[in-house]
């Protein structure tokens, strides 16, 4: 079956400082891939995606591409700002008539002034 | 717009009884999901609606669990003889319908059984 294995926290990092979390997924097909994040207090919010292959999803700051030689989809952002402390979770919808997400176990992030 | 709403946020229960979550889809979306995530973990995938009907349920842990939306819309997910080990922040989302539309999610309700 699909899985997704994301780079386990917790993350801690000063403000401006680059960001890498890294995220490997097994899936059949060609699958889309997300990363969604969790701020605190709040529901998850997608924050960017990817549908086919060396796409790369941006937004806010943030950049993930989909590389399929490696099946992977790592997250990644320049500078970090204190407001970006969050879990961030990797995920998968599968091809075909797939609707599911399936969900890294998320990546606490925390960036100290 | 409004987004998906989920009531109650927090829900504490004894072992043994019944409960039931609501969640208020964003309006006009056809497809709603239930997901459950359980402390340190990411969301579990519980069920799928198109509409009015289950069109996927595989997710569900046992015959305990069984969620409705009768007039396709707002659905509840109801749990009986809940367990110790149901405690989770269950998590609802929709999304327009099309599978390639992006899951909008709630902000959960997180069940406590005693």
């Known amino acids: 079956g699909n899985s997704v294995t994301q780079m386990e926290g917790p993350v801690t990092l000063s403000e401006e400082a680059f960001l890498t979390i890294n995220c490997t997924y097994t899936a059949t097909g060609y699958p889309s891939l997300f990363w969604y994040v969790q701020y605190p207090g709040e529901g998850l919010q997608l924050l960017l995606k990817a549908t086919k292959a060396d796409d790369k999803g941006s937004n806010k700051g943030f950049e993930a591409t989909y590389r399929k030689e490696t099946t992977s989809f790592h997250l990644e952002k320049g500078s970090v700002q204190v407001s970006d402390s969050a879990v961030y979770f990797c995920a998968l919808r599968g091809s075909g008539s797939n609707y599911k997400l399936t969900f890294g176990k998320g990546t606490l992030l925390t960036v100290n002034p | 717009g409004a987004g998906v709403s989920q009531t109650p946020s927090n829900k504490v229960t004894e072992k043994g009884k019944y409960v039931e979550l609501r969640c208020d889809p964003i309006?006009?979306?056809?497809?709603l999901y239930w997901y459950r995530q359980s402390l340190g973990q990411g969301p579990e995938f519980l069920i799928y609606?198109?509409?009015?009907?289950?069109?996927?349920d595989s997710g569900l842990p046992n015959d305990r669990f069984f969620a409705v939306r009768p007039e396709g819309s707002v659905s509840t997910l109801k749990i009986q003889r809940t367990e110790r080990g149901d405690s989770a922040v269950y998590l609802c989302a929709s999304s327009l319908g099309d599978r390639a539309d992006t899951q909008y999610f709630g902000p959960g309700t997180r069940l406590t059984v005693l």
């Open positions: 609606f198109q509409g009015t009907g289950a069109a996927d």
């Open positions: 309006s006009g979306h056809t497809a």
